[in-house]
């Protein structure tokens, strides 16, 4: 029993184990289940998969990764009043300002002084979502802190955004109480092999858990199951 516990301590999963796992069937109309094969040592895993919260983190995180926002131009360009380095990093990151819906526009004449040379000329627009300068002084401090790496393909979004990709994720998600074929569960499943953090949805909901090894399963069902033998002398 301490072996198995602590074997249940150290389980770990790879984003590669995904490609791997065989579908069991749908439980209760909101789950996956699906086994991960085991090694020569080990059996196979049982897993338990949300259908919806695993869904929706995939659709999230496509969201995060290819969406640009729309904008609307404002009636007088704003000048922003900036310090040098705030400056600097809006100057570097005008792509990622972009795709988060802000336009800015840089003086390069050289007639404005440093911190007063940019100026913003729209503001993302969205039915759900009212966005102002707080959202654009959000995303600089983000990118202050956490500078984007040139090879990475991530794009920071600021708190309102994210919050905005979640609701629409979460629409556009495989719901509960919906019937999956087995095609359909196999693509919830591989997609969560292809995403960065697969392990929760965004509003934080776990998106599986372990239920056992299936060779703990055939010994319990082995011992319940053993005929009972009776002293008849």
């Not at 707080?134 to 920071?156: C, H, K, Q, W, Y």
């Not at 905005?164 to 074929?181: Q, Y």
């Not at 292809?194 to 909901?205: A, L, S």
Request: proline share 5%; glycine share 6%.
């Amino acid at each position: 029993q301490d072996e198995t516990g602590e074997e249940r301590l150290t389980l770990t999963v790879n984003k590669g184990d995904f490609s791997r796992m065989r579908i069991t069937g749908q439980f209760n109309l909101g789950f996956i289940l699906a086994t991960r094969p085991g090694g020569d040592s080990s059996g196979d895993e049982l897993f338990i998969i949300d259908q919806h919260a695993s869904d929706e983190k995939y659709n999230f995180e496509r969201l995060q990764a290819e969406t640009e926002l729309q904008h609307q131009r404002l009636v007088q360009p704003r000048t922003l009043e900036l310090t040098a380095v705030e400056e600097e990093i809006v100057i570097e990151n005008l792509r990622i300002f972009e795709k988060n819906g802000f336009r800015i526009s840089v003086d390069n004449s050289g007639e404005e002084p440093i911190g007063r040379r940019c100026k913003l000329t729209a503001l993302p627009v969205s039915r759900e979502v009212v966005f102002d300068t707080r959202d654009l002084e959000e995303l600089i401090a983000m990118l202050g802190e956490s500078p984007p790496s040139a090879t990475s393909d991530f794009i920071p979004r600021p708190s309102k955004v994210r919050r905005l990709f979640a609701m629409r994720a979460c629409r556009s998600s495989t719901m509960i109480g919906k019937t999956l074929t087995t095609t359909q569960m196999e693509r919830i499943v591989r997609h969560m092999g292809t995403i960065d953090k697969p392990w929760n949805c965004p509003h934080g909901r776990p998106t599986m858990r372990h239920l056992m090894t299936l060779d703990e399963w055939d010994e319990k069902y082995n011992e319940y199951n053993q005929p009972k033998i009776t002293n008849l002398t």
